[in-house]
C-alpha cells in the first residue's frame, strides 16, 4: 500500500464542486435526529432553581416547592421535549433536593458526583458493547452545570468551595449568583471579585467560554469577565411602559429579568443556549467523559504501555486477567476437590469405625446370651436332677408308707401323725 | 401565557443515586411547544455546530475499481475539478499494468466556501487486468478491513486522540465496462463480496459509446442482474431512515442508478460557454449536460446530497459490523497491535 499524502498539498478547484454543502448535510441529519441537553442545578433548597429555569426556557416545568427536612440530598430529573423552528431539543433538568439543609453537609457533594458519574457509565457501559446503537444512544450526561451561589455579599461558603472542587473535573461548572436582587449594585461587584479569587485561590476549574473561534471570541471574552453572573429569575409578566415583562415588583421598584442593568439573566441566557451549547455538549463529551473513560479504565487494571515502554494493548490485559482469573478458579475447584476427597476418607474411616464397634458388641452380645443360655440350662439341669431326685424319695417314700400301713394299722397313723408333726 | 402541556403528566423520578446504579432516564418526556411563550435561542444550536464543523474540517475517502482504461483517474478529476487522482500526482503516465492488485491512496486537501476537505482517492491498478482474476478482490477487502482495524484500536486506546484519524473507505465507485450485454462474472463476484463491508457505487464508464436507447437497456438489465445475485449497493434499502429518505432513495435505486458517466478534465466552448467534455469528430460531448450523460447526476449525488450520509452508513453500519464481528472472534475481547505480536517475537 502506497500512501501519499501525509502533509497533504492544497489543490486549487478549477470549478464549482458542491462539497461546500457540507455542514448543511451534517446539519440536516443532526436536525432530523433531534438534540440533546442537560442541566443540572446545584444549589440550597429556595434559591430559586426551578424558577430560573422556568425563566430561561418559558414554560412552566412540573414540581412542587421542595421543604428543608430532606434528610439528605437527592436529585430530581425530568425530561422536556421542546421545539423551536425546526430543532427538536430533548431538554434534561436535574436539580438537586434538600442541598445544604443538613446539619453535616461532609457528605453532601457525594450525591450529585455519582449521578454525573453515573450518567458516564451508562455511556461507556454502551460504548464498549459488541453491538451498540451509538447514533441512537439517549445522552444523559450532564453538559453544564449551573452552581447557585447564595447571595449573602461576603464570600463563598465552605460547602460551595468543597463541592464545586469535586465538580469541576466531572462537568463545566458555570457558578451564577442567586436572588441578586438582594445585592447592591456596590456590593455585587465585590461580591464577584471575592468569589471569583476564592474560586482562583483554591484552584477551582470553572467553565470558560471558548475564545478560540474568532466569531465568538469577543463576545465569549467579555462574558468570562462577568462571571459568575448576578441572575434573577421570575415567570410574572408585568406591564412596564407599554410592553408586557417578566418582572419582580417590590414596593420600591420593579426588577426587570431581561435588563442588562439590572441583571446578568440575559447574558446567561446567552452564553449557555445561543452561543456556547454546541461547545459545552463537545466539551462534557471530549474532556470530561474522556477523562472518566480513561480512569475507570485504568482502575480495572488496563493500559495502553507498561514500563518498559512497549505498547500494550487491552486485550493482552484482559488475556492477562482472564488467565489468571481462570488460574485462581482452578486452584479454587482444585482444593475444593481435595477437601471433599479428604472429608470422604475421614467419613469412610468413621463408618468404618462405627461398624467394628457394632461388629464388637454383637459378638459380646451373642457371648453374653450363650453364657446366659447356659447358666438357665444348667440351672433347669439341676432343677431336674432335684425334681427327678424329689420324686424317688417320694415314690420310695410311698412305698415304705404303703407297706407300714399293711403292717400296722393304727401304729403307722399315730406314726404317720407323729412323723407330720 | 399560559402553559401548553401535554396530556401525559412528567412522573417525577426521584432518585437516591447510589453507586453504579442505573442511570436517571427519566420517564415519559412531556411535549411543550415553546415557540408560543417566547423566543429562547435554541435553534441557535443549528449556526454554533454549523461552524464547529466549518473549524474541524471533513475527511473523505473514495475508492475506485475498475479493469484500466475505463477513466477512473479522469473521472474522479472530473467529480471534484482538480488533479486529484494517481495519475495526475507525479505517478509515471506510462506505467506498465501491475501483475498484481496495488493499492494506491493520495491525499490532497481542497477548499471550498470556507469548507476544507482532505480528500483521499484510492486507486485499485491492476484489478481485473490479469489473466486469471481469481479472488483478485481480495486485496481491496483486505484494505477496506485494514481501515476499519486501524479505527478501532485508535478507538479501543485509554488515551484516546481527541479526533481519530478516518481513513476508512466512505465510497467505493465501481466501474462497468459499457458492453451493452451484461454484467461480467467478475463485476458480480467483486460487488457480491464487498458489498457487505463498504457502500459500492456502480457507474458505468465511458457512456458516450452507447445510444440512448442502448444505455436504458443496459442500465435495466444491469439493475436486474444486481437484484437477482442479491447484491445491495447504496444507498442500501435497509439503511433508508424514514419514508422521505425511502421516496428520494427509492427513485435513485429504481432509475437512476448505475449512473453511466463521461469524465474530462478538457474544456472547450460550446455555445459561448466553457464547459468540460470529450471532442470528437461527430461533436462535443459535454459532461455536465445532463442530455448527454449523468456524470451531473453522480456529482450531486456523492458530493452535494449524500455525502455525510455515506459517512455515517461507513461509520454507524459497516465500521459497526467489523467491530463486532472483531470483538465477537475474539471471545469479546478488543483487538490486539500487530506490532505487539511481532515486538514479541523479536523479543523471545
Not at chain 1, 449551573?146 to 469541576?168: C, E, N, Q, R, W
Not at chain 1, 488496563?302 to 481462570?326: C, G, H, I, M, V
Not at chain 2, 426521584?14 to 415519559?28: N, S
Not at chain 2, 417566547?38 to 449556526?47: A, L
Request: glycine content about 6%; aromatic content about 8%; charged content about 30%.
Amino acid at each position: 500500500i502506497v500512501f501519499q499524502g501525509e502533509g497533504c498539498r492544497t489543490v486549487p478547484l478549477s470549478g464549482h464542486v458542491g462539497f461546500d454543502s457540507l455542514p448543511d448535510q451534517l446539519v440536516n441529519k443532526s436536525v432530523n435526529h433531534g438534540f440533546c441537553f442537560n442541566i443540572l442545578c446545584v444549589g440550597e433548597t429556595g434559591l430559586g432553581k426551578s424558577t430560573l429555569m422556568d425563566t430561561l426556557f418559558n414554560t412552566k416545568f412540573e414540581g412542587d416547592p421542595a421543604s428543608h427536612s430532606q434528610p439528605g440530598v437527592q436529585l430530581k430529573s425530568n425530561t422536556y421535549d421542546l421545539q423551536e423552528s425546526n430543532v427538536n431539543l430533548k431538554l434534561t433538568i436535574v436539580s438537586t433536593v434538600g442541598f445544604g439543609d443538613q446539619i453535616n453537609k461532609e457528605d453532601s457533594y457525594k450525591p450529585i458526583v455519582e449521578f454525573i458519574d453515573a450518567q458516564f457509565e451508562a455511556y461507556l457501559q454502551e460504548e464498549l458493547k459488541i453491538r451498540r446503537v451509538l447514533h441512537n444512544y439517549h445522552d444523559t450526561r450532564i453538559h453544564a452545570c449551573l452552581y447557585f451561589i447564595a447571595p449573602t455579599g461576603h464570600s463563598l461558603k465552605s460547602l460551595d468551595l468543597v463541592t464545586m472542587k469535586k465538580l469541576d473535573s466531572k462537568v463545566n461548572i458555570i457558578p451564577i449568583i442567586a436572588k441578586s436582587d438582594a445585592i447592591s449594585k456596590s456590593e455585587l461587584t465585590k461580591f464577584k471579585i471575592k468569589i471569583t479569587s476564592e474560586l482562583v485561590s483554591n484552584g477551582v476549574q470553572i467553565y470558560q467560554f471558548p475564545t478560540d473561534d474568532e466569531s465568538v471570541a469577543e463576545i465569549n471574552g467579555t462574558m468570562n469577565a462577568h462571571l459568575p453572573f448576578a441572575v434573577i429569575g421570575s415567570t410574572e409578566e408585568l406591564k412596564i411602559g407599554n410592553k408586557m415583562m417578566k418582572a419582580r415588583q417590590y414596593p420600591w421598584g420593579t426588577v426587570q429579568v431581561e435588563n442588562e442593568a439590572h441583571c446578568d439573566f440575559v447574558k446567561l441566557r446567552e452564553m449557555l443556549i445561543r452561543v456556547n451549547m454546541e461547545d459545552l455538549r463537545e466539551q462534557t463529551h471530549t474532556r470530561h467523559y474522556e477523562l472518566y473513560r480513561r480512569c475507570k479504565l485504568e482502575e480495572m487494571g488496563f493500559k495502553d504501555t507498561d514500563p518498559d515502554s512497549k505498547p500494550f494493548s487491552l486485550q493482552e490485559t484482559y488475556e492477562a486477567k482472564r488467565n489468571e482469573f481462570l488460574g485462581e478458579l482452578q486452584k479454587k475447584e482444585e482444593a475444593m476437590r481435595q477437601m471433599f476427597v479428604q472429608r470422604v476418607k475421614e467419613k469412610e474411616a468413621e463408618l468404618k469405625e462405627a461398624e467394628k464397634e457394632l461388629h464388637e458388641k454383637f459378638d459380646r452380645l451373642k457371648k453374653l446370651h450363650q453364657d446366659e443360655k447356659k447358666k438357665l440350662e444348667d440351672k433347669k439341669k439341676s432343677l431336674d436332677d432335684e425334681v427327678n431326685a424329689f420324686k424317688q424319695r417320694k415314690t420310695a417314700a410311698e412305698l415304705l408308707q404303703s407297706q407300714a400301713q399293711q403292717a400296722g394299722g393304727s401304729q403307722t397313723l399315730k406314726r404317720d401323725k407323729e412323723r407330720k408333726k | 401565557a399560559g402553559p401548553v402541556e401535554s396530556k401525559n403528566e412528567a412522573a417525577m423520578s426521584e432518585l437516591v443515586p447510589e453507586p453504579r446504579q442505573k442511570p436517571a432516564v427519566p420517564m415519559k418526556p412531556m411535549g411543550i411547544n415553546a415557540s408560543l411563550l417566547g423566543y429562547i435561542g435554541i435553534d441557535t444550536i443549528i449556526e454554533q455546530m454549523r461552524k464547529k464543523t466549518m473549524k474541524t474540517g471533513f475527511d473523505f475517502n473514495i475508492m475506485v475499481v475498475g479493469q484500466s482504461g475505463l477513466g477512473k483517474s479522469t473521472l474522479v478529476n472530473t467529480l471534484f475539478k482538480s488533479q486529484v487522482s494517481r495519475k495526475s500526482s507525479g505517478w509515471n503516465r506510462e506505467e506498465k499494468i501491475p501483475k498484481t492488485v496495488e493499492i494506491k491512496a493520495i491525499g490532497h486537501v481542497i477548499e471550498e466556501g470556507g469548507v476544507k476537505m482532505k480528500l483521499t482517492v484510492i486507486d485499485t491498478p491492476g484489478f481485473g487486468d490479469q489473466i486469471n482474476n481469481e479472488n483478485c478482490w481480495e486485496p481491496i477487502e483486505k484494505y477496506i478491513n485494514e481501515q476499519y482495524e486501524k479505527f478501532l484500536k485508535e478507538e479501543v486506546n485509554i488515551a484516546r486522540k481527541k479526533r481519530i484519524p478516518d481513513t476508512r473507505v466512505h465510497c467505493c465507485l465501481y466501474f462497468i465496462s459499457p458492453t451493452g450485454h451484461s454484467l461480467r462474472p467478475l463485476d458480480l463476484e467483486f460487488m457480491k463480496h464487498l458489498s457487505k463491508v463498504v457502500n459500492i457505487i456502480p457507474v458505468i464508464a465511458k457512456a458516450d459509446t452507447m445510444t440512448l436507447e442502448e444505455k436504458t437497456e443496459f442500465k435495466q438489465r444491469v439493475r436486474k442482474e444486481l437484484e437477482v445475485n442479491g447484491i445491495e449497493f447504496y444507498p442500501q434499502k435497509e439503511f433508508d431512515e424514514d419514508l422521505e429518505d425511502k421516496t428520494e432513495n427509492d427513485k435513485i435505486r429504481q432509475e437512476s442508478m448505475p449512473f453511466a458517466v463521461v469524465g474530462s478534465d478538457k474544456e472547450y466552448q460550446v455555445n459561448g460557454k466553457r464547459v468540460l467534455g470529450r471532442k470528437t469528430p461527430w461533436g462535443i460531448i459535454e459532461v455536465e449536460n445532463l442530455s448527454h450523460c449523468e456524470f451531473a447526476l453522480l456529482r450531486d449525488f456523492v458530493i452535494r446530497t449524500h455525502l455525510q450520509d455515506l459517512k455515517e452508513v461507513t461509520h454507524n453500519i459497516h465500521y459497526e459490523t467489523y467491530r463486532a464481528k472483531r470483538l465477537n472472534d475474539n471471545g469479546g475481547l478488543p483487538p490486539m497491535t500487530v506490532e505487539t505480536e511481532e515486538n514479541h517475537e523479536s523479543n523471545l
